[in-house]
């Protein structure tokens, strides 16, 4: 297997690096994986991880639900309603941000679609961008979606969206300044970057450590704390507009870490947990298990 072998943070470019845990693929492989802090400015990243050639074995399980339309158990039923929840919400915060009842918007690592077939049922002119092409083909088939690949992204024109959207994928990137150069290219000058990731300074995460599911070695390459995202923004001319908990992602995973550690009534274990965490977040939203964060570009004087 060929392997990245981080030998500088992507955020600060410094090399004194500290091993913070081991963590094991649960959904495909079973291998384990390091999960390294940098000493400098404390960015988490999987170190070493498949090459993005090869990583694509890890994503071929049906448990992957982010690619699958499955209803089978209790935990995918959950996830799918609260997708369902969460597209109201989405279209709300994205309407507020960018002042915009209608508009261009672009979504990337879009899975099967529905949060693109959701906004352009909305009067949104939409754009999407999906790696897997099964994911790709259920859009097309279901939605009459026409998801492009990744190599897509770069024949996007200058200031073309008013919004990009980046749904639990920055983590998955391997190539962090790429992306935030080219989002910095397509979005228009007044346009919002909305970007989600899981949040590895949350109370579920302090609290299950190695065990925590949103790990999700190999697949997530990094691990952004509220801080680290800010920094990367800023590194990359965005200011952090606004940046809001998403509560309902502790119970889900919760529940899987529960799961992994083999625990008697995961479901109930995870209930329970995740209500923890809704509850931290009451006090300090950075506690949340995912973040959204909420980007506008710098505008020059």
């Not at 940098?38 to 071929?60: D, H």
């Not at 309603?81 to 979504?107: A, E, Y």
């Not at 969206?161 to 935030?180: I, Q």
């Amino acid at each position: 297997m060929n392997v990245r072998n981080i030998d500088k943070c992507p955020l600060c470019g410094e090399s004194r690096f500290e091993k913070q845990m081991t963590c094991t693929d649960h959904y495909a492989t079973g291998e384990a994986f390091d999960i390294c802090r940098c000493k400098n400015c404390g960015f988490l990243f999987t170190r070493p991880f498949p090459v993005e050639s090869e990583i694509g074995r890890y994503y071929e399980s049906p448990e992957y639900i982010s690619h699958s339309d499955t209803n089978k158990g209790i935990v995918n039923r959950i996830y799918h309603w609260v997708r369902r929840f969460m597209l109201t919400r989405k279209l709300s915060l994205i309407r507020h941000h960018s002042g915009l009842n209608r508009g261009s918007l672009l979504d990337i690592g879009t899975g099967t679609g529905y949060f693109p077939h959701y906004m352009k049922e909305k009067g949104w002119q939409v754009a999407a961008i999906e790696k897997s092409p099964q994911a790709r083909a259920f859009a097309k088939e279901h939605f009459q979606l026409d998801v492009k690949a990744p190599e897509a992204l770069d024949k996007f024109p200058d200031k073309a969206f008013d919004a990009v959207t980046l749904w639990h994928v920055m983590e998955h990137l391997e190539h962090l300044d790429k992306t935030w150069e080219t989002l910095g290219r397509i979005l228009k000058d007044r346009g919002v970057l909305v970007v989600a990731v899981p949040n590895p300074t949350s109370f579920d995460a302090e609290k299950y450590k190695e065990m925590w599911a949103a790990y999700d070695v190999p697949r997530h390459l990094w691990h952004f704390s509220p801080s680290v995202m800010q920094q990367f923004g800023a590194k990359h001319g965005f200011i952090l507009s606004e940046r809001h908990p998403m509560p309902f992602d502790a119970f889900y995973v919760s529940m899987l870490s529960e799961k992994y550690k083999k625990s008697r009534f995961p479901f109930v274990r995870g209930m329970i947990s995740g209500a923890e965490g809704w509850l931290s977040t009451l006090v300090k939203k950075e506690r949340s298990s995912s973040m959204v964060y909420v980007f506008r570009k710098k505008q020059h004087e």
